[in-house]
């Protein structure tokens, strides 16, 4: 089964879903087939922060402060309110009325979806999935699995959307997130033996993340295992002259190590395919 083959399968079941909801990516809503996102500025910023809090409560005070920010006009409730019959009427569309999606709290407001209509929330539980595979050994499951995850994004998180003070932490928490479950899916390739397969998609991360101690040594550990060791030891040079030219320090110990044993061409790193990488 191919990655490709596997991502088109769980998208062809997220497709029928009545209602789906996107934050990874340009802000997404689709109800019964139909993009129905709000255009106006308020309401999309509104619907992003109840998408990105899917299934969880958003008090009415976290959505003032959403949308306007430490000065709220004196009439914020009761336009919060509007912005909310807005969305609802957005979901209360032909042939079925799922307004009742977004429910109304004591304190506020949740928008309810299923786990696997919110690609936030189908990111989570792949990369679960994922990272439970590569702790029990299994670098081809976890590979795969991995790389679902990384599938449902389609650009950098909200990207169409201003970011307010709440939503803005998510944003960054997500990116922080897929950068992980990146730099572990690289790592199952590698344990794989996908060296060679790797040295694109590492040589532009490097430039895209050029100070990520982790994936410059994901790129020197392809490039050793791909017969090219001045290169991997050049990869090391160029990072150590960033790292000390924007803060000082040098790179991580591991990294040095790392370093240390591609230029001495230590039989160590020769291990086989399907071993962890140093």
């Known amino acids: 089964m191919t ?3 596997t991502v088109g399968r769980h998208g062809a079941e997220v497709a029928e879903l009545p209602l789906r909801v996107g934050v990874l990516g340009p802000l997404s809503l689709v109800v019964d087939g139909h993009q129905r996102t709000p255009s106006a500025p308020k309401p999309r910023q509104l619907l992003a922060l109840l998408a ?3 299934n969880r409560t958003v008090r009415a005070s976290e959505c003032v402060a959403e949308l306007w920010g430490a000065c709220p006009p004196k009439t914020a409730i009761s336009t919060l309110q509007t ?3 807005y ?3 957005v979901l209360r569309t032909a042939p079925a009325d799922h307004s ?3 429910i109304t709290r004591s304190q506020g407001y949740q928008l309810d979806v299923a786990p696997r209509a919110c690609d936030r929330l189908a990111f989570e539980y792949l990369a679960r999935r994922g990272r439970a595979a590569r702790a029990a050994g299994d670098p081809a499951r976890a590979s795969a699995l991995l790389g679902q995850a990384l599938a449902l994004w389609r650009g950098p998180a909200l990207a169409d959307v201003p970011p307010g003070p709440l939503s803005s932490v998510h944003v960054v928490e997500l990116e922080e997130a897929r950068t992980g479950v990146l730099e572990q899916r690289i790592e199952a390739d590698l344990r794989l033996g996908r060296h060679h397969q790797l040295l694109d998609e590492l040589a532009v991360l490097t430039s ?3 100070l990520n101690e982790n994936i410059h040594a994901q790129y020197m550990v392809a ?3 791909s017969g090219r060791r ?3 030891l050049d990869v090391f040079h160029r990072l150590r002259c960033r790292l000390g030219g924007s803060f000082g320090i040098e790179p991580v110990p591991r990294l040095r190590r790392l370093y240390e044993a591609i230029d001495a061409d230590d039989p160590a790193l020769r291990a086989p395919a399907g071993t962890a990488a140093p």
Do not use: D, K, S
Request: charge should be positive.
């Open 83 to 85: 912005y909310v019959l």
């Open 230 to 232: 001045l290169a991997a």
């Open 223 to 225: 490039l050793y295992h």
């Open 87 to 89: 969305i609802r009427q």
């Open 3 to 5: 990655r490709a083959g």
């Open 52 to 54: 990105l809090n899917a």
């Open 208 to 210: 895209r993340h050029p």
């Open 100 to 102: 009742h999606r977004l």
